[in-house]
């Protein structure tokens, strides 16, 4: 996706070795790290890992290049994100089949049935790009921000030390009773005016704190404008071409049941049976 190249090892025993190894990092960033509690447990922490990385004796060793190659494919990995991001768009879609219609009959009417959409159209289809905004205010794909206090500070009556780690809840924030009328209801209107054009006032870019499933300041996504467009063209090329229908059958409704962790993940996995759009 960023280079249009694939960048493995041909080793199976090293491409196993590095998926444990990742497995293992993408566990411990979900759990209290006794490392940094007990001197003696070091070993078993994100430090232990990177020792065994620079064990000589070891039979599996990181080169530089393999270091590239990883770093690749975590950016690739990334992209984990925006398929969340398309599973919870689609399964909403699903379950209110009025607004599947309504965006589809924008597409028709900017892009016509004779081409496929392409990334020039988003600006002019706001419909589908309010329905992208109202899956992220709902299904944010990283529910808490990590965050870390450089100085002092006060956040309204609380005082925050030097050095605090913090967790922004993006998944509360975008289902504030303060800040949205009706919270827990999926509603792309509520991104546009009358007249259908989007709201300026509202956007995911980090400008506007009642929205922040990118994050914000320096600290946010530095992916936003590749996960937005990736996002928004392929799921309004689906809308075009297909109809979207649950496996259980005609009519059926899918479940919005979440599953923990440190991504907003469904805990059934959508499985959806695309048919062709006459």
Known sequence: MLMSKNWSSESENQTEEIIIMLHEVEELTEMLDLSDCI?????????????????????????????????????????????????????????????????????????????LVKESDIPNLPYLQAIVKETHRLHPPGPLLARRATEYCKVGEYDIAKNTRLLVN???????????????????????????????????????????PFGSGQRGCPG????????????????????????DGKGATVDMIEAPGILLTKANPLRSVPVLAR
């Open 39 to 115: 001197w003696f447990c070091r070993h078993l922490g994100l430090q232990g890992i990177m020792k065994r990385t620079e064990n000589n004796n070891t039979e599996f060793k990181l080169t530089r290049e393999n270091i590239k190659a990883v770093i690749i494919d975590l950016f690739v990995a990334g992209t984990d994100t925006s398929a969340k991001t398309m599973e919870w768009a689609f399964a909403e879609l699903i379950n209110h089949p009025h607004i599947f219609q309504k965006a589809r009959e924008e597409i028709d009417s900017v892009v016509g049935k004779n081409r």
């Open 170 to 212: 993006v998944w509360a924030i975008g289902r504030d009773v303060k800040h949205w009328e009706n919270p827990l209801e999926f509603r792309p209107n509520r991104f546009l005016t009358e007249e259908g054009s989007l709201k300026s006032q509202l956007d995911v870019r980090g400008h506007h704190y009642q929205l922040l």
């Open 224 to 247: 936003i404008s590749l996960a937005l467009q990736s996002v928004q063209t392929t799921l309004a090329i689906l809308i075009q071409c297909f109809d979207l229908r649950v496996a």
